[in-house]
């Protein structure tokens, strides 16, 4: 059997509007653009992926599923995306409550804030982990099985903590460089774990649809159901698993609808179910569809993010590493705050975006880096992100100050 391994990641992140300097110390709201047009104001964006990307597709899928009785995916939410979605956009969250209900789509769990914190903070990263938990119950009365680090951010470590958690499986990129000459078609067990089931993505089957689908340059554009199919079954040739993990906001927003990824998808979707040789497989049924087939060691950190493959498009340049520094070195007076818009504010500076958007890349890495920031340069970014560690100081003290 031939099974199609889908997984989609649903995030969107609270952009620090232009803050300036000046504001520090009386204006503590980091989050609200009033100019509905600006590149911060994260009403607008949400709303405007929302019209793109999430309605047609979380509709989209709904059809896929009704249509085909075999067809499977898995979810991951951001704690940050749900929150904006119950507040400019509930119908979201009832979409995908529906399709959790089918009982045939799983979510996958993750940090809350979209983090890195595991690398900086062990005891905030289970905290996030956690709360996202918490989340994903409240709003799904989902447990999750399967997990994802910020990023596919992936080592040896996090598979260890992953292990001892208790979850079954972990998702991590299928880099070149650490298979060899192995496929990512298989299960693995991470190196040193004993319950915890390793799925790698197919980046090149994946990011033929995430990244290459609407260039016209590449020498397979246009893409179709019936070249893409072939190569899916040519990849089945190295092992029974096709592992497609890619962003959500890939259809309609990343590429967008009047290319065809619309209509691509659902085709594939059908066609693809019409063999008997062909299903569809959650991440962990994937998991359970095989016993490991080796294990696979990661001592150094693989994301899925530029053509590096690691965390330098969050930690490539002093004032990345700055600001991360910065906002980590504030956790424990602001957890013994106790104010709980002081401690929501925090954790939401946060979220890697931040730094992401202050990467000083060049070539085509530096062209998505500056297509997805809001800010006029790496170092604008910087600015408003430090000027609101600044202000979080204030707020600090000025507690202390009550006390």
């Not at 507040?87 to 979201?92: C, K, L, T």
């Not at 009982?103 to 996958?108: D, H, K, L, S």
Request: with cysteine; aromatic share 14%; glycine share 4%.
């Amino acid at each position: 059997m031939k099974s199609l391994v889908l997984y989609l990641h649903m995030h969107q992140p609270y952009r620090v509007k232009h803050y300036s300097i000046f504001a520090v110390g009386h204006d503590h709201d980091y989050w609200t653009d009033k100019d509905w047009y600006s590149g911060t104001n994260n009403e607008r964006i949400f709303k405007k992926v929302a019209d793109k990307s999430y309605r047609p597709m979380l509709e989209l899928l709904g059809k896929c599923l009704e249509a085909n009785p075999g067809f499977k995916f898995s979810l991951s939410l951001t704690g940050v995306f749900l929150e904006q979605a119950a507040e400019w956009a509930p119908d979201i969250i009832k979409s995908i409550r529906n399709l959790v209900q089918t009982g045939r789509v799983e979510i996958v769990a993750e940090t809350y804030h979209h983090s890195l914190a595991f690398f900086y903070n062990r005891a905030e990263f289970e905290d996030e982990v956690a709360q996202h938990q918490a989340k994903l119950r409240e709003l799904f009365g989902y447990e999750s099985r399967v997990f994802r680090n910020t990023e596919f951010a992936y080592n040896d470590d996090l598979a260890h903590w992953a292990d001892d958690y208790g979850f079954h499986g972990i998702l991590a990129e299928g880099w070149d460089k650490i298979l060899g000459d192995r496929k990512t078609n298989h299960v693995y067990r991470p190196d040193g774990c004993h319950d915890l089931r390793l799925l790698l993505k197919n980046y090149q089957l994946s990011d033929d649809i995430a990244f290459r689908f609407a260039d016209k340059r590449w020498h397979e554009w246009p893409l179709t159901v019936e070249k893409y199919q072939t190569w899916l079954d040519d990849a089945c040739a190295d092992g029974p698993l096709v592992n497609l993990f890619m962003d959500f906001e890939t259809f309609g927003e990343n590429i967008w609808a009047d290319t065809g990824i619309f209509k691509f998808f659902e085709s594939l979707v059908t066609q693809w179910g019409r063999s008997e040789e062909h299903n569809f497989l959650t991440v962990s049924e994937a998991c359970d569809s095989e016993a490991p087939q080796g294990e696979i060691s990661m001592p150094w950190t693989v994301t899925w993010a530029d053509e590096e493959r690691d965390l330098s498009a969050w930690l490539g340049n002093a004032m990345q590493h700055e600001a991360m520094a910065a906002v980590y070195e504030l956790r424990e007076d602001v957890l013994a705050s106790q104010d709980a818009d002081l401690i929501a504010d925090w954790r939401r500076l946060l979220t890697s975006d931040h730094v992401y958007y202050m990467c000083t890349k060049y070539f085509q890495d530096g062209d998505v880096h500056a297509y997805f920031s809001p800010y006029d340069s790496p170092f604008d970014a910087f600015s408003c992100f430090m000027n609101c560690i600044r202000d979080i100081r204030t707020r600090i003290d000025a507690l202390k100050t009550k006390e």
